[in-house]
């Protein structure tokens, strides 16, 4: 088996199979690395769904990615017959006074004017006419985005790495990458089991495994956390369920961000619900995290969360499962070059909130590996603007 490339990947989760795919069909030599088999249920990318949206409150720096990834998936689908990206719109809900300019809702409404998105502004009255399940408040406001809606997580990574082994790129699952030596004209990967494999370039899109992959500083700059996601029935009342089955995907903010969650349409024929809230930024070991979501999880959610906002959905959760995000320390993705191998490109993490932009970040990459112009500038991302140590953009 080869053992020398142009290019290798480390992690094949939403970034790194994109960027498997883009390199491969750029004519790269390239191969991905990955411990487990992607799909897989261990690291960000699992769990059904994910939403997307064009209008992003993160930040405009988003935007193009978001535009450009919506157009990849697009192409895929087109190329595939397989259904990526769905369309059941967003809405972005804010209690109260969440209008302010510098809210979510706000920096999400500017987005869409900025960039000339389809949106529409919703009072509450406009909210619940429109969209029954949601128990909105008199004082709350939203902003709807027709585009937008949920990425099927699984079936996109699936359908890069088909494609990518079609363009000749090689897969290695099961594989674990445990130290990089820079090399002349590349890096040497040591595999868990003693072998090494060189490459002229390397991408680290190994998500929580990242920091303990790269070391210092990576190690205290990135944290893995845990995240967990549950799935409540609907009663089977025939309006709400279609109203769940026909309705968005939903963000709803406030004032307090603990009180913060986000969910989907149902996707199973109107029997569950799949919400979510980001979990405090508590730092765990990916291999030895808790993975078992318990019945006290499920019923703090929906105390917290879903009573009294979402109607039609029981409190007795159909299952949970949990995932990982990992964090940088302004929750901005963090991307660019390693300080001491200059042929090393960081592209984690995504601070829990990278697969809608997934596409087309892997696309970047892949033009920078071929030396290719920037589409997009990843500027904004580069690690230097981190503190902790002067890295190189």
């Not at 992690?11 to 790194?16: P, T």
């Not at 939203?142 to 997580?153: A, I, N, S, W």
């Not at 820079?182 to 060189?198: C, D, H, K, S």
């Amino acid at each position: 088996m080869a053992n020398r490339f142009d290019v290798a990947i480390i992690g094949l989760g939403a970034v790194g199979s994109a960027t498997l795919l883009q390199a491969a069909e750029r004519g790269l030599d390239c191969v991905g690395i990955d411990r487990f088999v992607p799909p897989h249920i261990w690291g960000s990318s699992h769990g059904e769904t994910r939403i997307t949206r064009r209008a992003i409150g993160e930040g405009l720096a988003y935007v193009p990615l978001a535009l450009r990834s919506h157009a990849i998936w697009r192409d895929l689908e087109a190329r595939t017959g397989r259904t990526l990206l769905t369309a059941s719109g967003c809405l972005v809900l804010a209690e109260g006074g969440g209008r302010a300019a510098d809210s979510f809702l706000g920096r999400t409404i500017a987005a869409a004017e900025r960039f000339d998105i389809d949106h529409e502004q919703l009072d509450a009255d406009a909210i619940r006419h429109r969209f029954p399940h949601f128990a909105a408040g008199d004082a709350d406001h939203g902003c709807f985005e027709p585009g937008g809606g949920y990425l099927h997580v699984e079936r996109c990574i699936a359908t890069n790495l088909m494609l990518a082994r079609a363009a000749g790129g090689l897969c290695r699952f099961g594989e674990t990458a445990v130290a990089l030596d820079p090399v002349t004209g590349g890096v040497a990967i040591e595999l868990a089991g003693g072998e090494r494999i060189t490459a002229a370039q390397v991408v680290v899109a190994a998500g929580s495994w990242a920091g303990a992959l790269l070391g210092e500083p990576f190690a205290s700059l990135l944290t893995p956390t845990r995240q967990v996601m549950h799935w409540f029935p609907l009663d089977p009342v025939p309006a709400l369920a279609a109203a769940w089955a026909d309705g968005p995907t939903f963000i709803w903010s406030h004032a307090d961000r603990t009180r913060d969650f986000y969910g989907f349409p149902s996707i199973d024929g109107g029997c569950t619900i799949k919400t979510a809230n980001e979990q405090p930024p508590v730092r765990v070991t990916p291999d030895t995290m808790h993975r078992t979501a318990g019945p006290d999880e499920a019923a703090a959610m929906y105390a917290g969360h879903v009573a009294g906002r979402l109607r039609g959905v029981r409190a007795d959760a159909a299952r949970s499962a949990t995932c990982l995000y990992t964090q940088s320390p302004d929750a901005h993705f963090a991307i660019g070059g390693h300080p001491a191998m200059d042929r090393v490109l960081v592209a984690s993490p995504c601070s829990g909130h990278g697969f809608k932009h997934s596409a087309a970040i892997g696309e970047a990459i892949a033009q920078r590996l071929a030396g290719e112009a920037d589409a997009i500038d990843l500027a904004g991302f580069a690690l230097s603007r981190f503190d902790a140590v002067a890295l190189p953009a």
